[in-house]
Structure formats: structure tokens, C-alpha cells
């Protein structure tokens, strides 16, 4: 299922793919695509199996995924896989 983009007030955009169904629940892979702002990584994919892992994204040298746009603070939001789902927290 292809999830639309998120638009944000800041002017910045995400979007998420995730092959499970309709419904709320573990997905078997996560594909976290930036659609605006510059990044050495324009893609974060998480998938059954493979180990919790935890994340920040912002503009700052101290993040883990340096996405440069109008609005994105040095530390902007968390990214945090369970093994199941991804968690962002803003």
C-alpha cells in the first residue's frame, strides 16, 4: 500500500511505503522516502529481521539522517524501529 505524502507546515514532505494491508498493524518492510530537501540518503527501509534500530533526522551534523530544507530543525524527529513498525516522533 503506497500511503499519500505528508505535507507539513514547514514546507517539507514524507512519504511512506509499506507492503501490508489496509490495516493498522506489523508490516513485513517500511520504506521511508524524502520527497523534498537535500540528503546524502533519500531513502530509509526497515524490514522483519532485521534488528531494532533508532534514529534522528535533521538538518544538524548530530543526525543521523542530514536532510537540509526550509523549516527542518538540527534535531527534528526520531525515527525508531521495533522489529515491526517504525515510530516517528516529531
Not at 3 to 30: L, M, Y
Not at 42 to 66: E, H, I, N, Y
Amino acid at each position: 500500500m503506497k500511503q499519500a505524502p505528508a505535507h507539513r507546515g514547514d514546507g517539507s514532505i514524507a512519504s511512506a511505503d509499506r507492503d501490508a494491508a489496509a490495516q493498522p498493524g506489523p508490516a513485513s518492510s517500511v520504506e521511508i522516502v524524502l520527497v523534498a530537501g537535500n540528503a546524502e540518503t533519500t531513502r530509509a527501509a526497515f524490514a522483519q529481521g532485521v534488528p531494532p534500530a533508532q534514529t534522528t533526522l535533521g538538518s544538524g551534523r548530530l543526525a543521523g539522517w542530514m536532510v537540509q530544507a526550509r523549516g527542518v530543525e538540527p534535531v527534528h524527529a526520531e525515527l525508531a524501529w521495533d522489529g515491526q513498525r517504525v515510530w516517528v516522533r516529531d
